[in-house]
């Protein structure tokens, strides 16, 4: 985490070695959208000292490397992209039986993840809402439900290697966040060969290619609701974006192109001294 990263800083400079400083979503952004001047403060103070002293920066995504290389003035050559990976022999597509009447999200339970929003956006569709994942909302998020009397159906936590076979049973993935940085639940649910939907913002807007592998919707529970009607009333629309969602992760992000990559950073920074 970087909030630790002092550690490797001072061990670089005690042994002489160079420094990467990878992270897989930026601190002082989501403090910054979550409203959180004084964490906002601090993880700025900590980056700045991480990333003015790395050799090498690695971030998931072309908004981070922006982010980075604007606001501390670190250099492109310095900025390298190594996207999350995901195991696409284990999330793959079965011949696992589909719900017909309800789809599925995957993650935790916060304010981020806009999940009042998806909830309300069930009112007036046939459809249900299963949830896996907890977190601080969980309470409020079943009252909500229970009172709109829309089926939610919040499953809790279940161990990542069962979620292939969980995203199997579902024709649809949605992620309405307010903001990401490389979701992944998104990535496994495109690589079991899911329809996926999710909102037009930082971190989901570079996975998602609008009406091509999947469909990108505005924050709003109107907007959520308009796109799970469109996906889950037309078999056939759903049915070549979940292909084309697993083409996109296996081509972009499997396992064997982000070792890639790695081993390229790697042989990158170690020519630096």
């Given at each position: 985490?970087?909030?630790?990263?002092w550690t490797a800083v001072l061990a670089s400079k005690l042994y002489g070695k160079p420094l990467v400083v990878r992270t897989g979503w930026?601190?002082?952004?989501?403090?910054?959208?979550?409203?959180?001047?004084?964490?906002?403060?601090?993880?700025?103070?900590?980056?700045?000292?991480?990333?003015?002293?790395?050799?090498?920066?690695?971030?998931?995504?072309?908004?981070?490397?922006?982010?980075?290389?604007?606001?501390?003035?670190?250099?492109?050559?310095?900025?390298?992209?190594?996207?999350?990976?995901?195991?696409?022999?284990?999330f793959s597509v079965t011949d696992k039986h589909k719900y017909d009447d309800k789809f599925v999200f995957v993650g935790r339970l916060t304010?981020?993840?806009?999940l009042k929003n998806l909830i309300l956006a069930l009112q007036g569709l046939p459809y249900g809402l299963d949830i896996y994942g907890d977190?601080?909302?969980?309470?409020?998020?079943?009252?909500?439900?229970?009172?709109?009397?829309?089926?939610?159906?919040?499953?809790?936590?279940?161990?990542?290697?069962?979620?292939?076979?969980?995203?199997?049973?579902?024709?649809?993935?949605?992620?309405?966040?307010?903001?990401?940085?490389?979701?992944?639940?998104?990535?496994?649910?495109?690589?079991?060969?899911?329809?996926?939907?999710?909102?037009?913002?930082?971190?989901?807007?570079?996975?998602?290619?609008?009406?091509?592998?999947?469909?990108?919707?505005?924050?709003?529970?109107?907007?959520?609701?308009?796109?799970?009607?469109?996906?889950?009333?037309?078999?056939?629309?759903?049915?070549?974006?979940?292909?084309?969602?697993?083409?996109?992760?296996?081509?972009?992000?499997?396992?064997?192109?982000?070792?890639?990559?790695?081993?390229?950073?790697?042989?990158?920074?170690?020519?630096?001294?």
């Open positions: 985490q970087i909030n630790g990263s930026t601190w002082s952004r989501f403090r910054l959208k979550s409203n959180n001047p004084v964490l906002y403060r601090l993880a700025s103070l900590i980056e700045r000292m991480a990333y003015r002293n790395a050799d090498a920066v690695v971030v998931t995504t072309q908004d981070d490397a922006d982010y980075i290389s604007n606001r501390y003035r670190k250099s492109a050559d310095k900025l390298m992209i190594v996207p999350n990976y995901v195991d696409t022999d284990m304010e981020q993840k806009n977190g601080d909302m969980q309470e409020e998020l079943a009252q909500l439900a229970g009172s709109l009397k829309v089926r939610v159906d919040l499953k809790g936590n279940v161990p990542n290697s069962e979620l292939p076979e969980i995203l199997n049973q579902y024709p649809l993935f949605v992620l309405p966040s307010f903001y990401e940085g490389m979701p992944k639940a998104l990535l496994e649910a495109m690589s079991c060969g899911c329809a996926v939907i999710g909102t037009d913002v930082d971190g989901i807007r570079g996975l998602i290619r609008d009406g091509v592998n999947g469909i990108l919707c505005n924050t709003t529970h109107e907007s959520i609701r308009s796109a799970i009607e469109k996906v889950m009333k037309d078999n056939e629309l759903m049915e070549r974006l979940g292909k084309q969602a697993r083409s996109f992760v296996v081509e972009n992000y499997s396992l064997e192109n982000v070792i890639a990559d790695e081993i390229n950073v790697h042989k990158k920074v170690c020519n630096v001294r």
